[in-house]
């Protein structure tokens, strides 16, 4: 793993990460949008298994995250309109890597968070892709009604600022761990419980967010579904959804049944999708993520 800064237009220094194979010219470049309260050297152990079938991989500490924070305003802080920066963040970085690789296909992977980030995307420069792939998604936040919560982070906003840590997500992450035999709070997340401890323990995981990247998360949520904005997706690119059928992010699979419609409906022509048995929120981190990564690297191998 190489680590890297991109530049951004605005002066914000994005920490970015890149695996390369032992040898020969890649057979295409995969980008990684990591979640929320996360950072992209938790997919160290997937590029790795990547980089040994013959791809390359991308990936970036989005802002107010891992490494990048720093130049942001720290964990979970970030300038404004944070959403629109981060997906201009994800492109630039998605092209200087493509430049360095010149003619290879790109395939955006996107976890939860991520996921709609490169929901988002595909929007803008879906003409860009040759593969969308999509982990623990939903097609909005568990419970939100968009125009209360809009209202309700405006008026925190007003009163406190945007760089103000947010009681919003905690609210709305609450009740996730209420299934789960409860010791950390995260075991929501996989069944792997040396992987939610190693989450718990890491400084870069688990932190409140300012309340001005709540609300431009929580406004980009009705970008990303707004009909106007989803006829932008070529309806070429191929796209797979994978998840567990146990993660509460989904409501009992509920919010990955609306998101597939929505592409069902758009006239997607190649759409994919598998819930693991058993599986919650992180695939990538789960008792049965060789699986998974075998099953990642099937559809890249048949659509590369």
Known sequence: MQQDVHHAPDGARIATYTWLPDSGTPRALV???????????RYDRFATFLTGHGYAVVASDHRGHGAT????GG???TGEDAWRAVVGDLKGIGDHAAAAHPGLPLVLLGHSMGAMLARDYAQEYGADLAGLIL?????????LDIDAAVTDLEAEIAAHGRAHPS????????????AFAHRTGYEWLSRDTAEVERYAADEDCGFPFCAGLVLDWVRA???VNDPAHL????????????VGDQDPCHQRMTLVHELMEDYRYLGIRELTWRAYPGARHE?????????????????LDKHI
């Open 31 to 41: 980008q990684i949008a990591h979640g929320a309260a996360e950072h992209a050297r």
């Open 69 to 72: 924070a720093a130049s942001t």
């Open 75 to 77: 964990r979970g802080v």
């Open 135 to 143: 982990t623990g998604t939903f097609r909005t936040l568990p419970g």
């Open 167 to 178: 009681p919003f997500l905690p609210r709305t992450f609450g009740s996730f761990n209420d």
């Open 221 to 223: 949520i009705r970008k």
């Open 231 to 242: 006829a932008r997706i070529p309806r070429g690119l191929p796209i797979h959804v994978a």
């Open 283 to 299: 695939i990538l981190h789960e008792t049965n993520r060789d699986e998974v990564q075998d099953d990642l690297l099937s559809w």
